[in-house]
């Protein structure tokens, strides 16, 4: 079986197809927004999950093309007269369909994490199930491509059932409104693009959609290696089955993954010694970046009596809204992976800024302005979140003397501590 399983690699289009979707996976991952993963593991193995929205079409047309080989080779009567039963014929191009589809897919995420490799170190099992269903996806993609092709041996059913997988996923959403949950049961792509630093992926969510790619793949491989009409009709089975075991399986509560923050994530990790410095555990990789600037931030706020003798990141999350927890002593800061340059200002501002959640309070271009007349430097408007009329408070406080220009900076700091 090893055996036919390696000449059937090299034969089919298997290995074709996987470079296919390696190559256009990377290209995804690295031209379109790399933003959106660069974070961590998670966010990684779920934008994976997103762009199966063009490389589960593709794994549809490589399994059609591939199915129409008999067909096109003109073997079928030959093969019809051999003692070797058609689904035991099936298994090798099965596997190898598989087994490269796979290679592809896992391949594609290893593209992903050389660049995220030295700065995110924390692994949750949820990037093993994601990663496990977004392959079982492609999978049973893949093996329904065969079946089809089997079926409709023509050069367009290819192409055709590219559009059509296409068209399927992107129907999916609206075709279950207002059920948004059972959107999730039969689309492996749904709400996977909104993968911020503490997003997770429930495992009932994982499960729900392992069942019904299991039963589309089953169905795939019954109709495939199938002899007849009864066991072509037997594939509708485990489709009908598979269904109503992954809606019952699913929650039933909209906006899931949005709304489902990873606790362990927000965790604080803080450097050994003092001044305390804390980032949360899914960016703990960057510490060692983000160390020398808080520090450097403290010291500059130490010209001030009262200001923050601790750095945190700020962890805050807003699907739920669950604000970080505040203290006159810490000053909170959001930390971005790829954005970590420039956080000694940033932690200064937020010294003086009011929080998120806050309607009163400073405004954001008293804080910049006083911020930056304790770091002793201009603002310059084309840094980043610098307005131009905060350049003009900033060189208004410059214009005053020393003591009232500190009185009113300090009023800024009372300011955004009182916010309510």
């Known amino acids: 079986m090893t055996r036919m399983l390696g000449l059937e690699l090299r034969r089919s289009a298997a290995l074709g197809a996987a470079l296919i979707l390696l190559v256009v996976g990377v290209a995804l991952l690295y031209l379109v927004d790399e933003s959106e993963w660069s974070t961590g593991w998670l966010q990684l193995v779920m934008t994976q999950r997103l762009y199966l929205a063009l490389l589960w079409p593709l794994a549809l047309a490589a399994g059609a093309w591939q199915g129409r080989r008999e067909k096109q080779s003109n073997v079928l009567e030959l093969f019809a007269t051999t003692p070797r039963p058609r689904a035991q014929r099936a298994v090798p191009t099965l596997g190898a369909m598989a087994l490269a589809i796979v290679g592809g897919y896992l391949l594609m995420g290893v593209a992903g994490a050389v660049r ?35 079926l409709l041996p023509w050069l367009v059913t290819a192409p055709l059932l590219a559009v059509a997988g296409l068209g399927l996923l992107l129907s999916i959403p609206a075709a279950t409104r207002p059920k948004g949950w059972l959107s999730m049961v039969f689309s492996p792509i749904d709400e996977m693009n909104m993968p911020d630093a503490y997003t997770t992926v429930p495992v009932q969510i994982s499960a729900s959609q392992a069942i019904w790619m299991t039963a589309l793949a089953v169905a795939g491989l019954l109709l495939f290696a199938a002899d007849g009409p009864r066991t072509r009709l037997a594939a509708l089975l485990p489709i009908a089955l598979g269904a109503a075991l992954a809606v019952t399986v699913m929650p039933h509560q909209n906006r899931l993954v949005v709304d489902s923050v990873d606790l362990a994530a927000k965790e604080l990790v803080c450097a050994p010694d003092e001044p305390r410095v804390c980032v949360s555990r899914v960016h703990e990789g960057l510490l060692p970046e983000v160390l020398p600037q808080a520090r450097a931030a403290l010291t500059i706020l130490a010209k001030l009596p009262g200001t923050p003798t601790r750095v945190h990141e700020d962890n805050s999350t807003y699907l739920p809204l669950v604000p970080a927890p505040r203290s006159a002593d810490v000053a909170l800061v959001p930390i971005d992976t790829g954005k970590t340059g420039d956080l000694t200002p940033r932690i200064v501002i937020a010294a003086f800024a009011r929080p998120y959640e806050c309607e009163t309070g400073p405004d954001w271009t008293d804080s910049i302005a006083a911020a930056y007349w304790l770091i002793g430097r201009e603002p310059v408007a084309d840094e980043p979140d610098i307005a131009a009329d905060a350049v003009a408070r900033w060189q208004a406080l410059r214009n005053l003397p020393a003591d009232q220009a500190k009185a009113k900076v300090i009023a800024v700091r009372d300011a955004a501590l009182g916010c309510n």
């Open 116 to 150: 995220i490799f030295s700065t995110a170190s924390y692994l949750p099992a949820a990037v093993l199930t994601v990663t496990a269903v977004g392959a079982l996806a492609l999978v049973a993609a893949a093996w329904v491509g065969l079946a089809v092709g089997r």
